[in-house]
């Protein structure tokens, strides 16, 4: 490539790069805020939400299967689940097949509390989607979908 030719692309792109990240960082700084007030009123985080949820579906299910679920790594969700069995919503569980493996199930206390704890995303952004049409929120998914892709630093990859 021609240095001149780089320093104007340079020129033109950083200005996409400055404003996706300023935008990233807006979205990260809410995503926060909106936890913070979760653990205050509730005691209970975004990601702790969003693992009860998954286990709750999906459950019981194995630490792998739902480290991959979540897009967290192994020592985060061993840290969330014990918080979540400290509070009694999730126990451990050995399969029968395999003595060595654990699963994760939600308890009775862990379906309550999920049938009474606010959504993991602000009603703010609740509301405003629910502004949109069917197909633009199905582009704001693809497009957030396509974004968390291009962060992906392989590690989730591997696990996928």
Same mark, same amino acid.
């Given at each position: 490539m021609v240095k001149g030719h780089y320093e104007t692309d340079q020129q033109l792109v950083e200005p996409v790069f400055i404003h996706i990240t300023k @935008?990233?960082?807006q979205i990260a700084h809410a995503i926060n805020k909106h936890s913070k007030y979760l653990q205050e009123k509730h005691q209970i985080t975004v990601p702790q939400i969003i693992c009860l949820r998954e286990i709750y579906e999906h459950g019981? /299910?194995?630490?792998? &299967?739902?480290?991959? !679920?979540?897009?967290?790594?192994?020592?985060?969700?061993?840290? /969330?689940?014990? @918080?979540? $069995? @400290?509070? $009694?919503?999730? %126990? @451990?569980?050995?399969?029968? &097949?395999?003595?060595? %493996? !654990?699963? /994760?199930?939600?308890?009775?206390?862990?379906? $309550?509390?999920? %049938?009474?704890t606010p959504p993991p995303i602000s009603d703010k952004l609740i509301d405003g989607l629910k502004q949109y049409s069917e197909d633009e929120i199905n582009q704001i998914i693809w497009a957030i979908d396509q974004v968390a892709l291009l962060l992906d630093t392989g590690e989730q990859r591997e696990h996928r």
């Open positions: @935008r990233l960082r019981p /299910i194995s630490f792998s &299967a739902l480290t991959k !679920i979540v897009a967290l790594n192994n020592s985060t969700v061993t840290g /969330i689940v014990d @918080r979540l $069995e @400290r509070q $009694e919503l999730v %126990q @451990r569980t050995r399969t029968s &097949a395999d003595r060595r %493996q !654990i699963h /994760i199930k939600i308890t009775d206390k862990g379906v $309550e509390f999920l %049938q009474n």
